[in-house]
């Protein structure tokens, strides 16, 4: 199975910007990259995907490794209301294309 | 729009009690499936349904049962509840699920006693 590796936490202060790294050295060539976050007592929330070229909207950037090997998200400035935890996910094979959650990064923005 | 609505939003149960965790979804998405969050750990899934009639197992199946009679509808029954099913259930829906982005309701916390 294809699988990610995140750190388990990181430290931003607010108003900079944030990179949360994602290993995903197993991905398949047809693999999307998906980034979901999740904040206290809530559902996961749609953040971001990419397949292989660098994907903007207006929560964050994608960045994607010409390997496909890696990625990072990118915050560009980050606020107290995106501490939460984040998740770099892929599909999981034979079944139907649903995603696979890992342990995440738990981002703390600092004021 | 609703988008996925879960209910009820908490529960206790005694071991050996069954019940219903329903979803509902307003988006008409043919993609539907069950995760759950134990403290602490992301997300595992449990069951999923690529349309009305078809459903199919996840990484953590056992104990759980599930049907998708209509586009918009996917419950998740607990057949005989255990202490070990105590987590918060998330339901999600989407288009097609490899590259279109899940929708996901605000959990049904579950306690088994």
């Known amino acids: 199975d294809a699988k990610t590796t995140q750190p388990n936490s990181m430290e931003s202060n607010e108003e900079e910007p944030v990179h949360l790294p994602c290993n995903h050295s197993t991905i398949s060539g047809t693999d999307y990259i998906h980034w979901y976050r999740q904040l206290p007592s809530q559902g996961p929330e749609y953040v971001i995907h990419g397949l292989t070229s660098n994907v903007n909207n207006r929560m964050a950037s994608l960045a994607i490794a010409e390997d496909r090997k890696s990625s990072t998200l990118i915050l560009h400035r980050a606020t107290l209301r995106d501490a939460a935890v984040y998740y770099c996910?892929?599909?999981?094979?034979?079944?139907?294309?649903?995603?696979?959650f890992g342990g995440g990064t738990r981002l703390m923005v600092k004021p | 729009n609703a988008g996925v609505t879960q209910t009820p939003k908490f529960q206790v149960l005694k071991t050996g009690q069954s019940m219903t965790l329903q979803c509902a979804q307003d988006?008409?998405?043919?993609?539907m499936s069950w995760y759950r969050q134990d403290p602490g750990m992301g997300l595992r899934l449990i069951h999923y349904s690529v349309g009305a009639g078809i459903t199919d197992q996840g990484e953590v199946p056992n104990g759980y049962n599930v049907s998708r009679s209509t586009t918009e509808d996917f419950p998740l029954r607990l057949l005989s509840a255990a202490p070990s099913q105590t987590s918060v259930y998330f339901c999600a829906s989407s288009y097609e699920a490899r590259g279109s982005p899940l929708h996901f309701g605000n959990g049904t916390r579950l306690t088994v006693t």
């Open positions: 996910i892929l599909r999981i094979p034979n079944a139907g294309n649903m995603l696979t």
């Open positions: 988006m008409n998405h043919e993609y």
